[in-house]
């Protein structure tokens, strides 16, 4: 087990605890200076979870697909991936933490505990892909990598090669069919997650003024 995973294991353990006994864990949120140390890691947390979803999902993957060999972008998400799911998981159990130490669930209004279950479905999606998916989705790839490079195939811009061979090719096709629904599964957790983000910045935004 790396030091990102026994951090991000700690972080989800901590989130846990302030989420069932905040009081316990870090006391009573009364003082000035532990509101605001908690809004604040709050909102970078957020922020930093936010801006990373929205740039590995729209903007970072897109680029690069389209622009690199295809084998050459699956490597290098293969390696990106994991660190992003680690980051933005860790950022998901801290932002819970520190809302649920400002909002505690038996006070918290309606509102305070949609928004808390907003922030937990972003955490459940970003850890199912960081300990399930994404391993699954890596291990496919390696596995259609080698049949692609068998046939002499992979090292082109987007799907063309890998579309002509598979009506001939079964082995292959039935790989691709693997790939996709695993990828596809991780891809919807990750759209999830950044639609619960998505919900929890409007009500951040309701909240600040202008």
């Known amino acids: 087990m790396g030091w990102a995973t ?4 700690a972080v989800c353990f901590f989130a846990a605890g302030v989420l069932f006994v905040p009081v316990a864990i870090l006391g009573s949120p009364s003082g000035a200076g532990a509101l605001t140390a908690a809004k604040l890691a709050h909102l970078l947390s957020f922020a930093t979870s936010w801006g990373a979803a929205l740039w590995a999902t729209f903007i970072g993957g897109i680029i690069m697909f389209k622009n690199l060999p295809r084998h050459i972008f699956g490597n290098l998400q293969s390696k990106m991936f994991p660190a992003y799911f680690t980051l933005i998981s860790a ?17 918290a209004s309606t509102v305070e505990r949609y928004q ?18 994404t391993p699954m ?6 596995k259609r990598h080698k049949i692609e490079r068998d046939l002499s195939i992979g090292e082109e811009v987007g799907w063309s090669k890998n579309q002509q061979v598979v009506k001939s090719n079964p082995t292959l096709a039935a790989m691709n069919k693997k790939f996709g629904m695993i990828h596809g ?11 619960s983000l998505a919900m929890h910045s409007w009500y951040l935004a309701s909240k600040i003024e202008l």
């Open 185 to 195: 599964l991780s891809s919807l957790a990750n759209i999830m997650s950044f639609g």
């Open 6 to 9: 026994r951090f991000l294991a």
């Open 137 to 142: 989705t890596i291990e496919m790839m390696k």
């Open 116 to 133: 808390l279950g907003f922030l937990l479905s972003a955490l459940g999606c970003n850890l199912s892909n960081l300990l399930v998916f």
């Open 91 to 107: 950022c998901a159990a801290i932002s819970v933490a520190a809302f649920a130490y400002l909002h505690p669930w038996k006070t």
